[in-house]
Nanobody, 125 residues
Framework: QVQLVESGGGLVQAGGSLRLSCAASGRTFSNYGIGWFRQAPGKEREFVAAITSSGGSTYYRDSVKGRFTISRDNAKNTVYLQMNSLKPEDTAVYYC??????????????????WGQGTQVTVSS
């Protein structure tokens, strides 16, 4: 079992920044790739960013490239999502998730076995 807790969400004006944190406990955190997903009202949960277990590779959806940065600190069992130049369309509940160990796409929601409870991000125009 891996327990994940997100924090750092809030209300920000367009163009502003937020940093989300995903704190993990349970099984060895450094074994797991971690992804961030988001879900806006009435929409499906979508991939945002992911990072491999070592932190050596990162992945982003096109709409956040150049604005969002994912990173991890395995000593602190924490993954971060730095979000800059926020837009109203970034408004959603953001979830972090631990990817199942082994092969599989980091972009696919079905590859993740453990999920946090989510944190709300609201960007006003």
């Amino acid at each position: 079992q891996v327990q994940l807790v997100e924090s750092g969400g809030g209300l920000v004006q367009a163009g502003g920044s937020l940093r989300l944190s995903c704190a993990a406990s349970g099984r060895t955190f450094s074994n797991y790739g971690i992804g961030w997903f988001r879900q806006a009202p009435g929409k499906e949960r979508e991939f945002v960013a992911a990072i491999t277990s070592s932190g050596g590779s990162t992945y982003y959806r096109d709409s956040v490239k150049g604005r969002f940065t994912i990173s991890r600190d395995n000593a602190k069992n924490t993954v971060y999502l730095q979000m800059n130049s926020l837009k109203p369309e970034d408004t959603a509940v953001y979830y972090c998730a631990a990817k199942n160990i082994g092969s599989g796409s980091y972009y696919s929601r079905g590859m993740y076995g453990y999920w946090g409870q989510g944190t709300q991000v609201t960007v006003s125009s």
